[in-house]
């Protein structure tokens, strides 16, 4: 059953089916919830996620289970060991690196089990966590050196030359030297103080158009997004077995990495992403969810020979997000996987990933959405010819609001006036709408839609046509 927060009182305006309200015009999340820590207190991403992994801790105590798991190396952190590891490492950071609340770090890495201990370090000590790509170029990585001003790089050993050479300090996360920062305990841990409106972290994203940009994230911002998850949290009689196959360096992967030891899960961590090495993942540690982005649903129902003879009997959920799945891919999913559930979650970097999601195996049939309002969330569906707000089954550009939109872009104001407004409104750029039951249809990007003769055709809707032809894998669709 799911955990049962006490729902917000809403006006009677308020459709209690759509969440849509006929004076506002605005959509409401219908969500249960329970009230934000005050947004005066002192309190960083790491204190609130600690806070909800000891309410998510069963009583009487059981068995600790692991709470990231590393494939490739077979190491295995339980939840006693994270939390000493994180203070340990924090004091490292502080004591030996001299970095403290304001500097940033950041981050080079491919997904492994010492990257979410490093960013809850980090955030104890409110230094600002920015992670990128490895593959990156040495011009990307220039460009964001220049907005996050980092006091320090933390790589991999992988990581080239060229690339390391940018910086003015780096730690390999590979090495002794960063394990003794983990591990050599020799003075007390002393709590840092952290706003929950600093700076967490500053991410990259094209937003709506253009080159790509800093999108400054709050402590707040997660925490409320943290929050939301709690609140529709499902309790179960063994914690799960997490494998999250997007990139920590993404928001999605980010937010997932954080999620899941806030709700005591298992995270598995496989590095770079390889579609083999992940169901040998699945199978080896009886992962029970999986995050992931479209193309891997793809991959996972048109590569029959990656799966056959893997036990894949432990799969119970595969969160899909980033792009909406067709009918189509969802049928021949469930064909393949009958027993495993296929939720679909719509978020951005902006809003610090997911503002709609499903939840539950009922939610999950409902093929083509993207979920419901999370939490603490505000839409608008917005006419992009005459700007009117407008009401279920209508398309039109989706707006946001809540305590989860981004700060704004790091040094570009005009870039961050451009997408959010003075009532706080963000503008996604997507073209979407809301049905009867209040579930999110994301139909296309706005700058993606073709006109021609007076019509505004939606590619992805022609994609999602063409690929009913059993002969056709897959398919783009451009003017």
């Known amino acids: 059953m799911a955990n049962q927060n006490s729902n917000h009182s809403l006006p009677s305006s308020v459709d209690s089916q759509s969440g849509f309200c006929s004076q506002t015009r605005t959509y409401h999340s219908l969500r249960p919830y329970t009230p934000l820590p005050p947004q005066s207190l002192s309190l960083s991403v790491t204190d609130f996620t600690f806070s909800l992994l000891r309410q998510n801790s069963p009583s009487p105590p059981t068995p600790t289970p692991p709470a990231l798991i590393d494939a490739a190396t077979g190491r295995s952190i339980p939840y006693h060991e994270l939390i000493t590891l994180t203070k340990t490492l924090t004091t490292s950071l502080h004591r030996r690196l001299g970095l403290a609340r304001g500097d940033s770090a950041f981050v080079l890495s491919a997904n492994s089990a010492r990257v979410p201990v490093l960013y809850l370090a980090l955030f104890s000590l409110g230094v600002v966590v920015s992670p990128s790509n490895p593959s990156s170029t040495a011009s990307e990585i220039s460009r964001q050196i220049e907005l996050c001003e980092p006091a320090v790089a933390f790589v991999t050993g992988d990581v080239n030359e060229e690339i390391v050479s940018l910086f003015r300090r780096t730690i390999c996360l590979d090495s002794s030297e960063f394990e003794s920062m983990m591990t050599a305990r020799s003075e007390e841990f002393v709590r840092f103080e952290v706003g929950q409106n600093d700076t967490a972290a500053i991410l990259y994203s094209s937003g709506t158009t253009g080159k790509f940009k800093g999108v400054e994230l709050t402590h707040r911002n997660f925490i409320s997004s943290l929050a939301g998850v709690q609140a529709v949290r499902t309790v179960r009689p063994?914690?799960?077995?997490?494998?999250?196959?997007?990139?920590?360096?993404?928001?999605?992967?980010?937010?997932?990495?954080?999620?899941?030891?806030?709700?005591?899960?298992?995270?598995?961590?496989?590095?770079?992403?390889?579609?083999?090495?992940?169901?040998?993942?699945?199978?080896?540690?009886?992962?029970?969810?999986?995050?992931?982005?479209?193309?891997?649903?793809?991959?996972?129902?048109?590569?029959?020979?990656?799966?056959?003879?893997?036990?894949?009997?432990?799969?119970?959920?595969?969160?899909?997000?980033?792009?909406?799945?067709?009918?189509?891919?969802?049928?021949?999913?469930?064909?393949?996987?009958?027993?495993?559930?296929?939720?679909?979650?719509?978020?951005?970097?902006?809003?610090?990933?997911?503002?709609?999601?499903?939840?539950?195996?009922?939610?999950?049939?409902?093929?083509?959405?993207?979920?419901?309002?999370?939490?603490?969330?505000?839409?608008?569906?917005?006419?992009?010819?005459?700007?009117?707000?407008?009401?279920?089954?209508?398309?039109?550009?989706?707006?946001?609001?809540?305590?989860?939109?981004?700060?704004?872009?790091?040094?570009?104001?005009?870039?961050?006036?451009?997408?959010?407004?003075?009532?706080?409104?963000?503008?996604?750029?997507?073209?979407?709408?809301?049905?009867?039951?209040?579930?999110?249809?994301?139909?296309?990007?706005?700058?993606?839609?073709?006109?021609?003769?007076?019509?505004?055709?939606?590619?992805?809707?022609?994609?999602?046509?063409?690929?009913?032809?059993?002969?056709?894998?897959?398919?783009?669709?451009?003017?």
Not at 384 to 409: A, C, H, N
């Open 238 to 479: 063994s914690p799960a077995v997490t494998l999250c196959s997007v990139p920590y360096f993404h928001v999605y992967g980010f937010l997932y990495s954080l999620r899941s030891v806030a709700m005591r899960e298992s995270l598995v961590s496989i590095g770079k992403f390889d579609l083999v090495q992940m169901i040998k993942a699945i199978e080896g540690f009886r992962v029970t969810h999986v995050a992931v982005a479209p193309p891997v649903i793809v991959s996972l129902v048109n590569i029959c020979d990656s799966t056959n003879g893997c036990d894949l009997s432990s799969l119970e959920v595969v969160v899909s997000g980033g792009a909406p799945l067709t009918k189509v891919l969802i049928e021949r999913f469930k064909k393949r996987f009958p027993r495993v559930q296929l939720p679909q979650a719509y978020g951005l970097t902006e809003s610090t990933a997911g503002i709609s999601r499903m939840v539950g195996p009922n939610e999950s049939q409902k093929f083509g959405a993207s979920g419901r309002l999370v939490p603490y969330c505000q839409a608008k569906i917005v006419d992009v010819e005459t700007g009117m707000d407008l009401p279920p089954f209508k398309q039109g550009e989706l707006w946001l609001r809540g305590p989860s939109i981004m700060k704004g872009y790091v040094g570009d104001p005009e870039a961050t006036s451009a997408i959010l407004d003075s009532e706080g409104w963000l503008r996604t750029g997507d073209l979407c709408y809301f049905d009867s039951e209040g579930f999110l249809y994301v139909v296309d990007r706005l700058k993606e839609l073709i006109k021609y003769k007076g019509y505004q055709v939606a590619p992805v809707e022609l994609e999602n046509l063409l690929q009913t032809h059993p002969d056709i894998v897959d398919v783009a669709v451009v003017p």
